[in-house]
């Protein structure tokens, strides 16, 4: 039975540290916060990482920085929280265990089942220590440049992010993930750090990391100047969680919708009203549902269905397009982030 304690592991030596991720998180037995002491104790950040069992690289640059044994600007803690599910067999495969909730919806009450009492835990942990800020790094399932997700549009979250990428969504969608306990007083962003077997993703991580772990300040945006690309307000599109779903570069008669292989390189890149994305089979666009920040709603004004495809209705940046059947069906097959709400911010 997979442990429902958030144990804690207060500065271990370089030595102690298991010489690859894998032996690390068994070390761990279990969702973990390891708190290292600071040059300045009096301070502390967050840093939480693998909330999904499948997106290694945050887990890999922490694992590296344990083993070096560098000491951080400020008391770090570091939240490691879904352990059984990295390590459930093919390792690095299961974004969650089978059977549960995604722990990175379950950060809202009711705080019910194993992912939830986590949850609930990695919340008081952060009101008894206070940090003054909270990283949570994630990798996407598809192919996809990297970029940071926030709940508020703020100097702090940006400066927070800019460490990692120049690339921000600004999102309104409440599911119950990790950054949306963000307050103006305690800044929270997620770092989509690129695709999760992306060595480009895993040198991203430690990149960032190692700036977060050693800057002073992380709350400021750079004297020298900053130039980010954000995109606000994206929406989902969901599918009905019986959709049978197939990936290929033909219609598959059996499946309800057929996504091409190359819908995954429109991550980030500009799809244009008109422009093919799917195959829709026998239900039509039934099984399709378009999430915002105001619920369910429907496809209109972002997707058209002509006859039996989609197509974009407008300008969009589409992102975390996913390759993988579970996760579209039981997240999302894809976000789009209209082009009217791009804005490049020069600072
Ligand atoms: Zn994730």
Known sequence: MPHDRINIVRNPT????????QDFLCQLDGPTLIIVEGRDPGRCRALSTLLHGNEPSGLKAVHGWLRNGERPSVTMLCFILSVSSALEPP??????????RDINRCFRPPFEGRPGLIAEQLLGLLDEYRPECLIDIHNTSGMNPAFGVVTHEDPAHEALVAL???????????????????????????????????PVADRLAVEGLWRYLQQDQVLQLPPDGLHMDL???PVRLVLAPDTKIAFADEPDPEADITVPRQLERY?????????????LGPRGHSPLRLQS???????????DC????????????LFMVTDNPVIACSDCLLYAAPETGHRVLDV
């Open 164 to 198: 990692f990428t120049r690339r921000l969504i600004i999102t309104d969608i409440k599911l119950g993930a990790l950054m949306e306990t963000s307050r103006p007083e305690f800044p929270v962003a997620t770092i989509e750090c690129g695709g999760n077997r992306d």
């Open 293 to 303: 920040a105001s619920g369910a709603g429907e496809l209109t004004g972002y997707f």
């Open 14 to 21: 370089p030595a102690s540290v298991a010489k690859t991720p």
């Open 267 to 279: 991550n980030f890149g500009l799809v244009t009203r008109g422009t093919f994305l799917l195959w």
């Open 91 to 100: 390792l690095f495969s299961h974004r969650q265990l089978p059977g549960e």
């Open 306 to 317: 002509i006859g039996h495809s989609l197509y974009a209705a407008q300008t969009m940046k």
């Open 231 to 233: 995109y606000h307000h």
